[in-house]
Nanobody
Framework: QAQLVESGGGLVQAGDSLRLSCVAS????????MGWFRQAPGKERDFVAS????????YYSDSVKGRFTISRDNAKNTVYLQMNSLKPEDTAIYYC????????????????????WGQGTQVTVSS
């Protein structure tokens, strides 16, 4: 079983950068693919990015491709989301999630493919 804790959110201006972190407890972090989702007020939770357990591949939603980068450090049980050129429409609560299996990163683009979730961290981008 894994517990996930996100951090790094905050209030920034359009064009700024933020790096989110998600630390996982337990000794099996490297066996999970990891993903980031976000949920804006009044909207559904949407996929942002995913990364395979061995870091060989990553996958992004079209809305963040080229601006966000997902990475992980298995030695630190941590997955990151580097967010550059932030826009007001990026405002949301950001959640990290862990999914089992060794599928390609694009497999992990739906919430039901994940087993564990963090509590979320708020990102607010002002115009």
């Amino acid at each position: 079983q894994a517990q996930l804790v996100e951090s790094g959110g905050g209030l920034v201006q359009a064009g700024d950068s933020l790096r989110l972190s998600c630390v996982a407890s337990g000794r099996s972090f490297s066996t999970y693919a990891m993903g980031w989702f976000r949920q804006a007020p009044g909207k559904e939770r949407d996929f942002v990015a995913s990364i395979t357990r061995n870091t060989l591949s990553a996958y992004y939603s079209d809305s963040v491709k080229g601006r966000f980068t997902i990475s992980r450090d298995n030695a630190k049980n941590t997955v990151y989301l580097q967010m550059n050129s932030l826009k007001p429409e990026d405002t949301a609560i950001y959640y990290c999630a862990a999914g089992s299996g060794g599928y390609p990163a694009n497999y992990y683009n739906r919430q039901y493919k994940y087993d564990y979730w963090g509590q979320g961290t708020q990102v607010t981008v002002s115009s």
